[in-house]
């Protein structure tokens, strides 16, 4: 039967106190419980408008997609997904989630990051990895990256070549690079037509604002 929606409401509770004692140690305004309830907010949008995907899947993937969240810098960054599906795995046995659908949840968690390179293969794994990526689309979007940025000590823009019209793009040493070395090409690999959708028109108003952004710094 398909869970009510206040043991919705309750398990989410469950999986949002799980990942804040994960998170005590190393509190990120870029990864934080508002970034999961978009995500499942995304995620429902993107499920309701798609059809055939399991919510509680969904549910338990969206909350814990980043329960083990590792610095941009860290060196097993690429691996975070794989090991947050791992403790997903671990943890949900406990709370009396559906012993069946643990590998779906663990298998949409892997799939999820962009640096994993794993296809997603489910109707699940697809719509949370558009919502997750659209997380870094449009206004939020921005806001994270400036953020991310700024914690790895990274400048706003090249002020002699904002676009790199000639240089190399490094996103590392500046923000504004970001956009083509990362955000606009996840804009356009989106898994469905709904995240497609609503990552384009995100993509649009960054573009918007970098156009904005240029004609202030001259």
Excluded: C
């Excluded at 949008?45 to 909350?63: H, N, W």
């Excluded at 046995?93 to 994993?116: M, Q, Y």
Aim: hydrophobic fraction near 50%; glycine fraction near 6%; aromatic fraction near 6%.
């Amino acid at each position: 039967p398909p869970v009510t929606p206040a043991e919705a409401a309750r398990r989410q509770t469950q999986y949002e106190t799980e990942v804040a004692r994960l998170w005590a140690a190393q509190p990120d305004g870029a990864h934080d419980i508002g970034h999961l309830r978009r995500v499942w907010a995304n995620a429902q949008s993107i499920a309701q408008a798609e059809g055939g995907a399991d919510i509680e899947v969904l549910l338990a993937a969206a909350f814990l997609h980043d329960a083990v969240n590792l610095p941009k810098s860290h060196p097993d960054r690429a691996r975070a997904a794989r090991l947050s599906a791992d403790h997903a795995a671990a943890f949900l046995p406990g709370t009396g989630f559906p012993p069946g659908k643990i590998a779906a949840v663990a298998h949409a968690i892997a799939a999820h990051s962009f640096s994993a390179g794993l296809a997603p293969e489910t109707p699940e794994a697809r719509i949370l990895q558009d919502a997750d990526r659209l997380e870094a689309l449009g206004a939020i979007g921005l806001a994270r990256m400036f953020h991310v940025a700024g914690q790895m000590g990274a400048a706003l823009f090249d002020p002699a070549d904002p676009l790199a019209l000639n240089r190399a793009l490094d996103d590392r040493r500046f923000s504004l690079d970001h956009l083509e070395v990362k955000l606009f090409p996840v804009a356009e690999a989106m898994q469905t037509a709904t995240g497609r959708a609503i990552a384009a028109e995100r993509a649009e108003w960054m573009a918007s604002f970098r156009t904005r952004l240029l004609s202030e710094i001259g």
